[in-house]
């Protein structure tokens, strides 16, 4: 951590306020104070000039898969079912090496497109990708793959017992380590029995943290639900009384009333993946958000169009408009408050933050992203929130700050070694096969 003093700036407070010529005083990790002026005469600290520049809330991913990064450009137009065709036999052969070159590519991905923090959904060798993330200054939610089905491959195949201390290993070692803390997951609700999803709820409820899970993604793995239980996925986690305020239900595209219904009375979190999603459904997340249920937007990792929140938004306002505001005549359906309310308000309630992050305000953790303005895309803007939604793409972020430490300078990555991760992540690609 640094004292840092950006002065002279246009902000994004939150999602709907901006403000004009405003500095910001970061001490001891959080924001002291934000005002038209801060004395600077007496300040020991780093001085930023904020002219050019406009600073908000870092992004929030919802929902990343780090063990996936390397199968970027292998999913596009492949057929169904990825999960069995690509996904899987790519993640059983995922060796400790393969995992922390991941890390590093994924956090140099979300580094230098303006997320500060993210959600993992689950992978193998996650002790490795969770020291990685500790050394870049990310603030993640870090969760194993947790799935018990016996006809999963022998690489991957364990018990529940067996499921349930591999995230405890993770979360004995990398609980509140850096910006860090560890999730329980349900990897796919079709691959875990009862005995481990009851497990896996004990165990997050043990140590008051969040339990997650891929919910209603596919037709088919919600009739698979169906015809084990008799009940809708959600439906079936109510019966065993595992839902709650702390549970995350991923995806979340095939719902019936009843279950949207459960989601709202048990103040379930959920998230969509836009770019992912649109390829099986289209969730009615107008509908979610107006029964105020948080729905946060995540990118569902790099295999489904890489990292960047900045598309993820883009793409889901047009499934937006095109889906619900044509046939209801809304043009603005999913205006762009509401679409960063839930990238960034909605994204710290899904990492545990809710009222620590996602506003410029006094009190709140300094995790902030600079964004340089001064550029023919961007430049002039009758209204720079729509601006930011419209045309700011993920090489317009230059600075970012998370819990008072800069984590990029004028985009030049400060906490891990961009360099030798590239030459690494190249000589990867030409040993496997890849261009």
């Known amino acids: 951590m640094e004292n840092i003093l950006i002065k002279n700036t246009l902000i994004l407070v939150q999602p709907g306020e901006l403000a004009e010529s405003q500095d910001i005083l970061i001490e001891n990790g959080s924001i002291k104070n934000v005002n038209h002026y801060i004395d600077s005469t007496n300040f020991k600290g780093t001085v930023v000039d904020g002219r050019n520049y406009l600073f908000m809330p870092g992004l929030i991913d919802s929902h990343i898969h780090t063990g996936q990064q390397l199968l970027r450009g292998r999913i596009l137009d492949a ?36 997320t500060t923090g993210f959600v993992e959904s689950g992978s193998y060798h996650m002790m490795s990708a969770a020291s990685v993330y500790a050394q870049s200054g990310l603030r993640g ?18 018990n529940a017992d067996e499921a349930i201390q591999q995230n405890n290993e993770l979360y004995d070692n990398f609980n509140t380590i850096s910006n860090l803390k560890v999730y329980y997951s349900l990897r796919a609700l079709n691959a875990c029995s009862d005995e481990l999803i009851l497990k896996a709820a004990d165990m997050a409820k043990k140590h ?15 009739q698979g639900i169906i015809d084990r239980t008799g009940q809708h996925p959600y439906e079936f986690l109510e019966s065993l009384d595992v839902l709650g305020p702390r549970f995350i239900g991923a995806h979340s595209i095939f719902l019936t009333s ?13 998230c969509h993946c ?10 009615d997340t107008p509908e979610l958000l107006d029964h105020h249920i948080p729905a946060g937007i995540g990118t569902d990792g790099a295999a489904h169009g890489g990292l960047s929140l900045w598309n993820e938004m883009k793409i889901f306002r047009s499934v937006m ?26 994204g710290a309630q899904i990492l545990n933050e809710q009222g620590s992050l996602g506003k410029i305000k006094a009190g709140y953790k300094a995790d902030l992203i600079g964004i340089n303005i001064n550029q023919p895309h961007l430049y002039p803007s009758g209204n720079w929130q ?15 700050i998370i819990g008072g430490k800069f984590i990029m300078r004028n985009r030049e990555v400060l906490t891990l070694d961009q360099e030798r991760i590239m030459f690494e992540v190249r000589k990867w690609s030409e040993e496997n096969g890849f261009i």
């Open 79 to 114: 057929k169904p079912i990825i999960w069995t065709r690509v996904m899987l036999p790519f993640e059983t052969q995922l060796t400790e090496p393969k995992m922390k070159l991941s890390a590093e590519i994924a956090a140099l991905e979300m580094i230098t497109s303006g």
């Open 141 to 158: 939610a870090l969760s194993s793959s947790t799935m018990d089905d016996p006809t999963l491959p022998s690489a991957i195949r364990m």
């Open 208 to 222: 008051h943290t969040f339990l997650e899970a891929h919910m209603n993604e596919y037709p088919a793995e919600v």
């Open 258 to 270: 009843h279950e949207k219904s459960i989601i709202q009375k048990h103040h379930v979190k959920i």
């Open 274 to 283: 836009p770019f992912s999603n649109a390829g099986k459904g289209v969730p």
């Open 321 to 346: 408009n095109l889906r619900h505001g044509v046939q209801k005549h809304i043009p603005n359906i999913m205006p762009s408050k509401r679409i960063f309310d839930m990238t960034i308000t909605n």
């Open 386 to 400: 729509n601006t930011l939604l419209e045309s700011v793409n993920a090489n317009d972020v230059t600075e970012m």
